[in-house]
């Protein structure tokens, strides 16, 4: 930034001030002309010194708990902590064991492709004909691991098989979805409550 020159009637004034003024530091005049800076000065800040580092040996636990690589809760949990629709008091005799299922359907063995429509077959067939429990059997999974970087759940059918039944065709028709007492296959298999015919 280049400074301007000061007009003659600024340099009357300037000259005046100086002249009734003490100096602070009589060896070092300021030329005729020129402004003094008068501003005050900002202190320079005071950065921190970083706090020691704690003494500590290799091999010494940090005592933190590690944090869990999966993303979501596991399929027995979300199920298990969706919200009651049914009768409370059904679901209750439901989750012990003491309701029959009305029909059952095994999905054993099957694939992706061949356990869809089958679980789309199963679940409206069964609705039509006005059952209200239903079992579908999926099986817990094989433990597969390919060593990938990427975990992989196993149980392929065991956690695709509640996403189905919530999405369209089968979402009107179903009521709640609860996993199956140990009596009626446990973690690998699924209570389906079905809504009554309208």
Do not use: C
């Given at each position: 930034?280049?400074?301007?020159?000061?007009?003659?009637?600024?340099?009357?004034?300037?000259?005046?001030?100086?002249?009734?003024?003490?100096?602070?530091?009589?060896?070092?005049?300021?030329?005729?002309?020129?402004?003094?800076?008068?501003?005050?000065?900002?202190?320079?800040?005071?950065?921190?010194?970083?706090?020691?580092?704690?003494?500590?040996?290799?091999?010494?636990?940090?005592?933190?708990?590690?944090?869990?690589?999966?993303?979501?809760?596991?399929?027995?949990?979300?199920i298990g902590n969706a919200p009651v629709k049914m009768d409370k008091?059904?679901?209750?005799?439901?989750?012990?064991?003491?309701?029959?299922?009305?029909?059952?359907?095994?999905?054993?063995?099957?694939?992706?492709?061949?356990?869809?429509?089958?679980?789309?077959?199963?679940?409206?067939?069964?609705?039509?004909?006005?059952?209200?429990?239903?079992?579908?059997?999926?099986?817990?999974?094989?433990?597969?691991?390919?060593?990938?970087?990427?975990?992989?759940?196993?149980?392929?059918?065991?956690?695709?098989?509640?996403?189905?039944?919530?999405?369209?065709?089968?979402?009107?028709?179903?009521?709640?979805?609860?996993?199956?007492?140990?009596?009626?296959?446990?973690?690998?298999?699924?209570?389906?409550?079905?809504?009554?015919?309208?």
């Amino acid at each position: 930034m280049s400074r301007r020159r000061l007009r003659p009637d600024e340099l009357a004034l300037w000259e005046e001030v100086a002249r009734k003024a003490t100096p602070l530091a009589p060896e070092r005049k300021p030329e005729p002309g020129t402004l003094i800076d008068t501003a005050p000065r900002k202190p320079k800040p005071v950065t921190p010194r970083p706090a020691p580092i704690e003494p500590f040996s290799v091999g010494e636990s940090a005592n933190v708990q590690p944090r869990g690589h999966d993303v979501l809760p596991g399929i027995a949990e979300r199920i298990g902590n969706a919200p009651v629709k049914m009768d409370k008091k059904a679901h209750a005799r439901l989750k012990r064991g003491k309701l029959m299922p009305e029909a059952k359907l095994d999905l054993h063995g099957m694939t992706l492709d061949q356990a869809h429509p089958a679980l789309n077959n199963f679940i409206q067939r069964s609705h039509a004909a006005g059952l209200r429990l239903v079992l579908v059997v999926t099986g817990k999974g094989k433990h597969r691991d390919s060593g990938g970087p990427i975990p992989v759940r196993h149980g392929v059918l065991r956690h695709n098989v509640p996403q189905w039944l919530r999405m369209m065709p089968l979402a009107p028709l179903v009521l709640q979805i609860s996993e199956a007492h140990l009596k009626h296959g446990g973690g690998g298999a699924y209570y389906v409550y079905l809504r009554r015919q309208r």
